[in-house]
């Protein structure tokens, strides 16, 4: 990566890296144990070091073609789902976005399909569900700049996580990486009003496996996740909700210590497992 982009972003202490399971979109506006846990965290994170900048990969912005970095200065709130309570559909997440840094990361960074640069979208999308529905418990003022990284859904898992690679640099200049997706996400497997520790047998199979991924520090052996047997298709019948995962792995220096924390199921099928790497 060359300087510019991170000559705009003074140096830093190295910011942590974040997956965060986000599950129901209720989350984001309920009085529950994962709100409060990441209202918790965004004031730990805020007594380490003020992040300069917010770049966050969600589940919920899939592309084909590329990879692409939100450009407005202002990205808007995008209420991608239907059949909550209007009270969901009044959030707003009104956080900055940072136009320049986004023009200078997309030049700078490479797809690892065709090693262009990445897309800039400067119209198009905003924040979806998955970014602000859990940036708003950990950063309610919504005074830190936003990024949000699209996922070219057309590409193989190892590209993900290459592209994960090249955002450790990041993390010196004061960029907290935040990922949003879910360990385990089955929803047509769901079953209402279950309890935080109950799940299904492969559920939990597939949740503890890559719990041991990771305190293994086997963290690119996560990108292999689809040849991991019947649990693998049971726990991600899409995948699009793991492949967040590989970009914090991706962004992890080697040796870096591991919390896991939110370690329970939505509807015994949807892990809430998330992890912080510092």
Same mark, same amino acid.
């Given at each position: ?86 009270? /969901? ?10 136009? #320049?840094?986004?023009? +200078?990361? &997309?030049?700078? =960074? !490479? ?75 089955? /929803? ?10 109950? #799940?299904?047998?492969? +559920?939990? &199979?597939?949740? =503890? !496996? ?69």
């Amino acid at each position: 990566m060359t300087s510019s982009v991170l000559e705009a972003l003074g140096p830093s202490p190295r910011m942590p890296v974040l997956f965060l399971g986000h599950g129901s979109p209720m989350n984001a506006i309920e009085d529950n144990a994962w709100r409060r846990t990441w209202q918790d965290l965004g004031a730990e994170l805020l007594a380490r070091a003020r992040p300069q900048l917010i770049l966050c990969v969600s589940a919920h912005w899939l592309t084909r073609g590329g990879w692409f970095l939100t450009g407005m200065a202002a990205p808007r709130t995008i209420h991608d789902f239907g059949g909550f309570p209007r009270e /969901l559909f009044e959030q707003q997440y009104a956080a900055p976005g940072a136009p #320049a840094v986004a023009r +200078a990361l &997309a030049a700078e =960074l !490479r797809s690892p399909a065709t090693g262009r640069p990445l897309g800039v979208d400067e119209a198009e999308w905003g924040l979806d569900h998955g970014a602000w529905g859990i940036l708003q418990p950990l950063f309610p003022a919504a005074d830190i700049p936003v990024l949000q990284l699209s996922m070219d859904y057309a590409r193989p898992p190892s590209e993900h996580w290459a592209l994960g690679r090249q955002l450790r640099p990041l993390r010196e200049r004061g960029v907290l990486i935040v990922a949003s997706g879910n360990v385990v996400h089955n /929803l047509h497997a769901m079953r209402p009003g279950t309890g935080i520790n109950a #799940a299904y047998e492969w +559920a939990n &199979a597939f949740d =503890l !496996r890559v719990v041991d991924q990771v305190q293994s520090g086997r963290l690119e052996g996560l990108a292999q996740f689809q040849q991991w047997g019947p649990m693998a298709q049971l726990a991600h019948p899409t995948h699009e909700h793991f492949l967040p995962l590989l970009y914090a792995a991706g962004a992890v220096e080697p040796g870096e210590a591991v919390r896991f924390f939110n370690t329970g199921f939505q509807g015994a099928s949807i892990s809430m497992r998330s992890m912080l790497w510092s």
